[in-house]
Nanobody
Framework: QVQLVESGGGLVQAGGSLRLSCSAS????????MGWFRQPPGKEREFVAA????????YYADLVKGRFTVSRDNARNTMYLQMNSLKPEDTAVYYC????????????????WGQGTEVTVSS
């Protein structure tokens, strides 16, 4: 089973920036499409961003497009989410996920999940 570990969450003021990291134990990390999802307290999990196995295509939710950037370093088995111009509504637990074959905007497309890292944006 692929193990995923998120890091980089914390408390930040509105307008600030954070960079999240997702590290994978899998040696064939480059074979997986990867995605970021988030879940505000008391709400359902929602799509944030995704990146194809070779990094040639990225996808973003409308609410984060232009503010967030997803990238990956396959040599380090790591995916990143650079978050700029953060808003209070970005407050959530952020999860990274890996898909065996194809991953896009739906959580059920992903096979492995990390435990999440909390992001809190103050007003």
């Amino acid at each position: 089973q692929v193990q995923l570990v998120e890091s980089g969450g914390g408390l930040v003021q509105a307008g600030g920036s954070l960079r999240l990291s997702c590290s994978a134990s899998e040696r064939t990390f480059a074979n997986y499409d990867m995605g970021w999802f988030r879940q505000p307290p008391g709400k359902e999990r929602e799509f944030v961003a995704a990146i194809r196995w070779n990094g040639d295509s990225t996808y973003y939710a409308d609410l984060v497009k232009g503010r967030f950037t997803v990238s990956r370093d396959n040599a380090r088995n790591t995916m990143y989410l650079q978050m700029n111009s953060l808003k209070p509504e970005d407050t959530a637990v952020y999860y990274c996920a890996a898909a065996n074959w194809f991953g896009s905007r739906r959580p059920e497309q992903y096979d492995y999940w990390g435990q999440g890292t909390e992001v809190t944006v103050s007003s």
